[in-house]
């Protein structure tokens, strides 16, 4: 590799992030006291604001029992609501049509109680191969739910042979031919192993026209590129929050429904007390009156604890914005990219991630040969210092958080991968 660290440094200078924000992990080996950290598509950092905002809800039950419910200075009854706006920014969408609740896959299953209907000649759930595994089972298990055998039911759409990712007509061609009997398209917005990002309005616009409903898994999408799920006329869409989102392990998810799906009586819906509108969820009545609103989706009383990191976190997202984000995720990207580049052409080493910018967010997957993804990702960490991720069997992936990554990380993750892996001549 012969970019010099020298290079990061001065880039750093002029293009920080917001690492100041954040507790780093300290670094397991190698030369640097902090970890470079290129694992946020994993499991976020941190932000250290999260720790004083979550014990000051722990106060208020100490303090107030459960007179917290309304008079905690974020009062538990409506706490949703205080995440309701700014989820609704972040994913393009209406107040109406975001909602923090539960965790993804829960999510998924509950919005496709509602959007997947079979019906007639069309059942077909069309998923991508690479579809996260969570995914996978959670829409062959609907097909069961409904009596249909998974593997017709399910079809898994795949790149085009000696391709590593799909293209968008892979995707449309498809819904044009067989569209008809198509129930639902349920895609990652970003694919979890590649790092694609696939075209959601163009792929949403042609699921639509077939007559299926489009719903997107943004788990890889949300605070990495930016979304505009109402204008794209998207169905619905979850995400969960402890990837880009650093709401910590297992935090609450996010669902959107579109505003013209809301309050619709004839659309199956999973009710609790959190179903019926908040005027009414104290008149004890045995009947509920769901807002029109996605609220409606909600079950039960939220995990308080749970809600403050995503508040936290959703405050740091307005704060950067996500244009801003965007921007230097593309820059610091792209460095990683030249880096990788040095070292991979004369290793067997490959990035499966598209080269285009505009089909991609910050990761940067690279297939590392069969059954090498783990011990060379182990290897990157107590040697180095550098936290990157495998995935089974052959790929690790790297994603400069725009948020609180830096060029030195990049260089540092380049320079471990060039240390720990050999030559071919
Ligand atoms: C991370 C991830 C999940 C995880 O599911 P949970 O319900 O949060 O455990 C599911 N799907 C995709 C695409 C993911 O990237």
Aim: net charge negative; charged share 20%; proline share 8%.
């Amino acid at each position: 590799m012969h970019t010099p660290q020298s290079e990061a440094h001065r880039l750093d200078q002029t293009d920080p992030g917001h690492r100041h924000l954040f507790h780093v992990p300290p670094a397991d080996g190698g030369d640097h006291p902090e970890s470079a950290y290129l694992a946020g598509n994993s499991l976020g950092l941190q932000p250290r604001a999260t720790r004083d905002e979550l014990l000051a809800d722990l106060d208020a039950w100490g303090r107030l029992g459960v007179e917290g419910h309304l008079e905690a200075e974020r009062a538990w009854l409506p706490y949703h609501e205080l995440l309701t706006a700014p989820a609704a920014r972040l994913v393009g969408a209406r107040p109406a049509e975001a909602v923090v609740m539960n965790s993804l896959t829960v999510n998924l299953h509950l919005l496709m109680v509602s959007f997947y209907r079979p019906a007639g000649a069309r059942t077909r759930i069309v998923i991508e191969d690479s579809a996260f595994p969570s995914d996978s089972y959670a829409v062959r298990s609907q097909a069961r739910f409904h009596g249909l055998d998974p593997d017709d039911t399910v079809v898994r759409l795949r790149p085009r042979p000696g391709e590593d990712a799909l293209r968008t007509e892979d995707v449309t061609d498809y819904l044009a031919a067989e569209g008809d009997r198509v129930a639902l398209v349920l895609l990652g917005g970003v694919n979890y192993l590649t790092g694609e990002l696939l075209d959601i309005p163009a792929i949403t616009a042609a699921g639509r026209a077939a007559g299926a409903v489009v719903g997107w898994d943004l788990a890889h999408a949300v605070g990495n590129v930016p979304l505009a799920l109402h204008d794209w006329d998207v169905d619905f869409a979850a995400w969960c929050s402890y990837k880009y989102l650093n709401s910590g392990p297992g935090a609450l998810a996010g669902v959107f429904v579109h505003e013209r799906h809301l309050g619709d009586p004839d659309l199956p819906r999973f009710e609790g007390w959190w179903s019926t509108a908040a005027a009414t969820r104290f008149e004890m009545t045995p009947v509920s009156r769901p807002p029109s609103t996605v609220q409606a989706w909600q079950i039960s009383n939220p995990p308080i604890f749970a809600m403050g990191p995503v508040r936290t976190s959703l405050e740091l997202f307005d704060a950067v914005g996500m244009p801003a984000l965007r921007e230097r995720s593309l820059r610091l990207t792209g460095w990683l990219e030249r880096l990788l580049d040095e070292v991979t052409v004369d290793r067997p080493l490959r990035v499966v991630t598209p080269r285009d910018p505009a089909r991609r967010g910050c990761q940067l997957s690279v297939r590392v040969g069969a059954g090498n993804a783990a011990e060379l990702t182990k290897r990157l960490r107590h040697e180095h210092g550098v936290i990157a991720d495998a995935r089974e069997p052959d790929v690790v992936r790297f994603a400069p958080v725009p948020l609180y990554s830096t060029y030195l990380d990049c260089w540092r993750a380049a320079a471990a991968l060039a240390a720990t892996v050999g030559v071919t001549r």
